[in-house]
Nanobody
């Protein structure tokens, strides 16, 4: 069984920073792409950033420059550093990963999400 657990969310003032973490654990053979998504109230879930196992990154254009995704392959961790936060960044942030388990099966796993609230 594979699990993803996010942490690091909270309440921050506009202009502040937060660092989100996502830990993958369980019967993991390998992890390919890991992504951060977010979902604001009443809106669809949207991609924030993604990173491959080799470190190549992809960002949704509006957030490029304020958010930085990184990962630690040895620890099965992915991070999202968020700077200059705005009220519109308020959302539940989810990580997901394309993970091959010890049985050789690959699927997408999601975490339970962590709330980020930015006060203006």
């Amino acid at each position: 069984q594979v699990q993803l657990v996010e942490s690091g969310g909270g309440l921050v003032q506009a202009g502040g920073s937060l660092r989100l973490s996502c830990a993958a654990s369980g019967s993991i053979f390998s992890i390919n792409i890991m992504n951060w998504y977010r979902q604001a109230p009443g809106k669809q879930r949207e991609l924030v950033a993604g990173i491959t196992s080799g470190g190549s990154t992809n960002y949704a254009d509006p957030r490029k420059g304020r958010f930085t995704i990184s990962r630690d392959n040895a620890k099965n961790m992915v991070y999202l550093q968020m700077n200059s936060l705005k009220a519109e960044d308020t959302a539940v942030y989810y990580c997901n990963g394309y993970i091959k388990d010890l049985r050789g099966m690959t699927r997408v796993y999601w975490g339970q999400g962590t709330q980020v609230t930015v006060s203006s």
